[in-house]
């Protein structure tokens, strides 16, 4: 999502902050008719926990379950991401590059190039929801049913309705600031349409159409857009259909196992959002002693364990950062250094399970979700630890404040913090206890998870309300939607890549050029770095690891240890601008400016740069565990 920009003082849970792009709120009437998307948005996702976990009690009790259930979920969230792209766009969630040219300037001259990204966008999304009506024209014909006889055009239907939505209201957007008139808004969209139809069968200029999205990129146009125009200009240039770009949207947003992505982040918001992080740091504390380094350790440990749960780690910030601040300065910590910590420590989850990366690498590389559980484990905990060590965030700091060494850290205080927390800390023990002892797949094993944080939350901790559960579910949604789009954009884009042979004709060149493994993976890290600090990892994962894994493997390289070596560099996109959520996130949610933030964490990324090598070059630390229980 688009950074924050507004800065709150340090230990308050800030405001929700509205993105540079947020569209302006509509009439009365007009935005209750709106919120039908987050209606159905909610509902898919609610269906998607309910339907795998009636299958695995029904499975073993009546010998079968719900019809097609598999298949019946991942259209499910087909729906889930479209409605939840649609909210994603009215709240200003849809992932932007950021800090624009959009904010430059006076408020008019802001307000005319905001218009011009929104108006591209559009564009773009009317000829992605032509493509994508040609798409399931083509399904209509087949006939082929989903689940109790519904046809499974009619949920594929949200594709094309989905984009058209999506254009009519980034189209309304410049409208309502230029103060124009609503029929305006079907001028960008229809004349988009028309082009495209009247040009579909010449060469277009594909030099100047590259340069246009770029510049809309700048202008703080949705990257989802950006990606989405860059493949249809792509496909287009070669004569092939444009429905190849809504086909690999679909493809990957029915994956066989991306229904675990929304519901884990469904699972992580739910732990954000309740006493779950004050209950777990209050044991973490506990365990590691009230000094200093005890709670410098507790804050790095519960920051990662965190990140993995929440699928993000601007999340983790938001949920720990006005927890863990005061505390490491109770102890003595100095507050730069502190805010440091907490900024860095929240970008290390994904290496752990069930954390949304590493499951989504699993997908693309198709490798068992279950050995890259196993493999982050390893590496996570030298990740920490180079972090607090190299990191120097394990420094001496200054004495202890008086009365700040009588906090109880003894067996007591740690019994009851832990019976505090006995339901949070059983929900790792759900999530990996069901995959790995085989009772569940992972979607089944997901849809778990996430029922035991709202059983445990809500029920037992009384902590969410009805109002809470059913914002939950909008936000989940809207999360997981917004990504989507990107991945199912990124997916086309790399899939005329590796049609186009450039992955084959990279491994020929960089083989002759590169002929040193060792080297090989130093100048890997080092590319992975720079990708990092410039992409989001989502589209890094799905546009990067299809074209790097057959080099890798041409190099004798395990997928097992590239994926884990590949999510580790991406550690420090979280950090370093402009791709770097973490830094936005810190400075609003501790008051600090960004200048200020970044610096604090510029040891962290030479650490983690250190830990990245050292995964490299010892391979064992990611395949050890899974061969070892493989065998």
């Not at 041409?554 to 370093?576: Q, R, S, T």
Request: aromatic share 6%; net charge positive; with cysteine.
């Amino acid at each position: 999502m688009s950074a924050p920009t507004e800065a709150r003082p340090a230990g308050v849970d800030p405001a929700p902050v509205p993105a540079l792009n947020a569209a302006p709120r509509p009439a009365r009437g007009w935005a209750r008719a709106e919120r039908v998307d987050e209606l159905l948005a909610a509902l898919a996702l609610a269906l998607m926990v309910a339907v795998p976990l009636i299958e695995l009690a029904a499975r073993p009790l009546l010998g079968a379950g719900v019809d097609n259930a598999a298949v019946l979920v991942q259209h499910l969230g087909l729906l889930m991401t479209m409605a939840g792209a649609l909210a994603a766009e009215r709240h200003g969630h849809l992932t932007t590059l950021g800090a624009s040219l959009a904010g430059w300037g006076a408020a008019r001259h802001r307000a005319l190039l905001q218009g011009l990204a929104d108006a591209g966008a559009a564009a773009v999304c009317a000829v992605l929801a032509l493509a994508s009506w040609r798409f399931v024209a083509s399904e209509m014909a087949a006939a082929q049913p989903l689940a109790y006889g519904v046809p499974l055009w009619w949920v594929q239907a949200a594709l094309p309705l989905g984009f058209a939505l999506l254009a009519l209201k980034l189209a309304l957007r410049p409208a309502r600031l230029q103060g124009l008139s609503r029929l305006w808004v079907l001028a960008v969209p229809l004349a988009a349409l028309a082009a495209t139809l009247h040009f579909e069968a010449a060469t277009p200029p594909f030099g100047a159409g590259a340069l246009l999205l770029g510049l809309l990129l700048l202008l703080g146009a949705p990257v989802f857009a950006v990606l989405g125009g860059l493949a249809l200009l792509l496909f287009w240039s070669e004569a092939l259909p444009l429905a190849s770009v809504p086909l690999s949207h679909y493809q990957i947003t029915v994956n066989a196992s991306l229904p675990a992505l929304p519901l884990y982040t469904l699972a992580g918001l739910v732990l954000a959002r309740s006493g779950a992080a004050q209950r777990l740091s209050e044991l973490f504390v506990a365990l590691f002693g009230g000094g200093t380094r005890g709670t410098v350790i507790a804050s790095a440990l519960l920051c990662s364990g965190f990140t993995a749960f929440t699928g993000g780690s601007g999340v983790t910030i938001l949920a720990l950062g006005g927890l863990l601040l005061p505390l490491l300065l109770k102890a003595g910590y100095p507050e730069r250094r502190g805010i440091g910590l907490v900024t860095s420590a929240s970008a290390l989850g994904v290496l752990l399970a069930p954390s949304v990366p590493l499951i989504l690498y699993a997908v693309i590389a198709r490798v068992p979700i279950g050995d890259m559980f196993l493999a982050g484990l390893l590496p996570a905990l030298l990740m920490v630890a180079v972090l607090l060590l190299l990191g120097g965030f394990l420094r001496p700091a200054a004495p202890l404040p008086a009365g700040a060494a009588a906090r109880g850290t003894g067996e007591r205080s740690v019994a009851r913090a832990a019976w505090a927390a006995r339901w949070e800390l059983a929900t790792p023990l759900v999530a990996l206890g069901s995959l790995l002892g085989g009772l569940a797949t992972p979607v089944e094993s997901a849809a778990l998870t996430a029922a035991w944080a709202l059983f445990t939350q809500a029920l037992l901790h009384r902590e969410l309300g009805r109002a809470a559960l059913a914002r939950l579910l909008v936000d989940a949604a809207q999360i997981i939607g917004g990504v989507l789009l990107i991945l199912g954009m990124a997916l086309a884009l790399t899939n005329y890549l590796v049609d186009a042979g450039i992955p084959e004709q990279a491994v020929d060149w960089v083989r002759g050029a590169v002929p040193d493994r060792h080297l090989f993976l130093l100048l890997l890290c080092l590319f992975l770095f720079a990708a990092a600090a410039l992409m989001e990892i989502y589209a890094a994962l799905v546009v990067l690891v299809p074209l790097l894994l057959p080099l890798v493997r041409a190099y004798g390289i395990d997928p097992l240890h590239f994926g884990i070596l590949f999510l580790a560099a991406m550690e420090v996109g979280f950090l370093c601008p402009p791709a770097g959520m973490n830094i936005y996130f810190a400075s609003a949610m501790f008051g600090r400016p960004i200048a200020s933030v970044a610096a604090s964490v510029l040891p962290a990324m030479a650490a983690i740069f250190v830990g990245t090598l050292l995964i490299a070059l010892l391979p064992w630390l990611a395949t050890g565990l899974p061969a070892l229980l493989r065998t």
